[in-house]
Nanobody, 122 residues
Framework: QVQLVESGGGLVQAGGSLRLSCAAS????????MGWYRKAPGKQRELVAA???????VYADSVKGRFTISRDNAKNTVLLQMGSLKPEDTDVYYC????????????????WGKGTQVTVSS
């Protein structure tokens, strides 16, 4: 019923930029936090950036000053503007919706997108 649809991944040269978009669809009452995680083969999944429904963001130290996260609560979307990209940013990026309520009286739960590939060439 609830799906997270990601877009914007692709191939870019070092120093370039990309914008990732994620839209949550289905029956949704509210989403507490939306964000992006990334995972390269053989490594643990790590938080890249997240933002609350009130607009409070948090960033991984490795992307501070380069990435900007934003969201539109009315559209249940979250954007990640990635600039000054480095080859080490190459990963599969996953959209996350944390504390999602289908109905007002439901318990919140987490949802994940299927991932989008970001490749940064040197």
């Amino acid at each position: 019923q609830v799906q997270l649809v990601e877009s914007g991944g692709g191939l870019v040269q070092a120093g370039g930029s990309l914008r990732l978009s994620c839209a949550a669809s289905g029956t949704i009452y509210s989403i507490n936090t939306m964000g992006w995680y990334r995972k390269a083969p053989g490594k643990q999944r790590e938080l890249v950036a997240a933002i609350t429904s009130e607009g409070r963001p948090v960033y991984a130290d490795s992307v501070k000053g380069r990435f900007t996260i934003s969201r539109d609560n009315a559209k249940n979307t979250v954007l990640l503007q990635m600039g000054s990209l480095k080859p080490e940013d190459t990963d599969v990026y996953y959209c996350n919706a944390a504390g999602l309520r289908v109905k007002r009286w439901d318990l919140p739960s987490d949802y994940w997108g299927k991932g989008t590939q970001v490749t940064v060439s040197s």
